[in-house]
Structure formats: C-alpha cells, structure tokens
C-alpha cells in the first residue's frame, strides 16, 4: 500500500533534517572550535530550507500538504475509522499499555 504524499515527506524531511543538524553541527564545531558563533550559527544554517518558502509556487505546495494533513487529522481524531479505534484500543489495552 503506498502511503500518502505528506506522510512520506513528513518522514524524509525528519530523517534528513535531523541528519543535516547534525553534520552541520559536526562541521562547524571541527572547523573554528566550539565557539558561541558556531553555536549560534548552527541552527541558523540548518534552517536555511526555510527560504524555499519565499516562491510562491512552492509555499502553495506545502500549504496545500499541510491542508490535506490536517484534513486527515482532523477527521481521524472527531469521526475515527475501524483502523483508528484498532490502534487506539490496541494501545490502551493491558498488556501494550506503559502503566
């Protein structure tokens, strides 16, 4: 079954945004040392993507995934699926439940 588009970007942009964090990190720490600019500079240089968001063809790309993903939301938590009451019992019974 394939999954639908915002889950498989929601996904990759997670793994490759924690990823690029840390090599940033890795790289501007090795270079100058561990300096409050390279601090600084680190979460500036991981944002930079961000940018992107300034065309407006590509900022109408994300808006429409976020409407579509809050739409999913929305409607998996006020009218819930056989799939959602599945994994929502599933979690709350005994044995896979935490307490």
């Not at 939301?73 to 699926?81: F, K, L, M, T």
């Amino acid at each position: 079954m394939k999954a639908p588009r915002w889950r498989r970007r929601l996904c990759t942009g997670a793994c490759i945004g924690l990823a690029s964090f840390g090599l940033i990190g890795f790289v501007l720490v090795v270079a100058p040392g561990l300096t409050p600019f390279s601090i600084a500079l680190r979460p500036l240089a991981t944002a930079a993507p961000f940018g992107f968001l300034l065309d407006p063809a590509y900022r109408e790309q994300v808006q429409a995934d976020v409407t579509a993903a809050s739409r999913k939301i929305r409607q998996a938590v006020y009218h819930p699926g056989a799939a959602t009451s599945a994994i929502s019992l599933t979690t709350q019974w005994p044995p896979f439940s935490s307490g």
